[in-house]
Nanobody, 119 residues
Framework: QVRLLESGGGLVQPGGSLRLSCAAP????????MNWYRQAPGKQRELVAT???????IYADSVKGRFTISRVNNKNTAYLQMDTLKLEDTAVYLC?????????????WGQGTQVTVSS
């Protein structure tokens, strides 16, 4: 069974920082693209950032310049560094791993970690 274990969420003031971690101990980690999504109450799930298996990074416009996604393959862990946080960044952040070697993709989700930005 593949687990994605998120950590690092919490309560932070506007302008503050948090670093989220996503550990995937059972995964053939280096093969997977790693994604961070977020879901706020009453809103659709939003793709925040992606780091591909080759290290290419992609960001949503709403977080570009403030968030940084990274990965350490020999630790089977992906990270999301979030700086200059805004009230509208409040959401449950979910880690996702995706690999599409052929017809059947491999896609896994974590349970999420709450990030609350409030003064």
């Amino acid at each position: 069974q593949v687990r994605l274990l998120e950590s690092g969420g919490g309560l932070v003031q506007p302008g503050g920082s948090l670093r989220l971690s996503c550990a995937a101990p059972e995964l053939r980690f280096s093969l997977f693209d790693m994604n961070w999504y977020r879901q706020a109450p009453g809103k659709q799930r939003e793709l925040v950032a992606t780091i591909t298996s080759t290290g290419t990074t992609i960001y949503a416009d709403s977080v570009k310049g403030r968030f940084t996604i990274s990965r350490v393959n020999n630790k089977n862990t992906a990270y999301l560094q979030m700086d200059t946080l805004k009230l509208e960044d409040t959401a449950v952040y979910l880690c996702n791993a995706n690999w599409e070697p052929g017809i059947s993709p491999y896609n896994y989700w974590g349970q999420g970690t709450q990030v609350t930005v409030s003064s």
